[in-house]
């Protein structure tokens, strides 16, 4: 089982810009997708962005296309989410998931493996 570990969140005003981190104590490329969930108070945990680790091939919720971008870094076994543009509905908790088995990378139960967050604040 591998820790995943996210830093970077933060307290920002609207249109200003954050970029997580999400750190493995293994190899990232032992999964075969990982991703970025955020859930806000009251809400369902949602998909946020999800990359192939081996095809690089990037997916992202509707609600943060053109804003967000996610990345990774397999030489230092970290993937990361470049927000900009950031709204105050991007306000949550976010999390770094991961899966290791071939197979759909869109919903939650998808993912085997999680961090255990870090609190995005957007005012």
């Known amino acids: 089982h591998v820790q995943l570990v996210e830093s970077g969140g933060g307290a920002v005003q609207a249109g200003e810009s954050l970029r997580l981190s999400c750190a493995a104590d293994g190899y990232t490329y032992y999964y075969y997708c990982m991703g970025w969930f955020r859930q806000a108070p009251g809400k369902e945990r949602e998909r946020v962005a999800s990359?192939?680790?081996?095809?690089?091939?990037?997916s992202y919720a509707d609600s943060v296309k053109g804003r967000f971008t996610i990345s990774q870094d397999n030489a230092e076994n970290r993937m990361y989410l470049q927000m900009n543009s950031l709204k105050p509905e991007d306000t949550g908790m976010y999390y770094c998931?991961?899966?290791?088995?071939?197979?759909?990378?869109?919903?939650?139960?998808?993912?085997?493996?999680w961090g255990q967050g870090t609190q995005v604040t957007v005012s």
């Open positions: 990359i192939s680790t081996a095809s690089g091939k990037m």
């Open positions: 998931a991961a899966r290791k088995q071939w197979g759909s990378c869109s919903e939650r139960a998808d993912f085997s493996d």
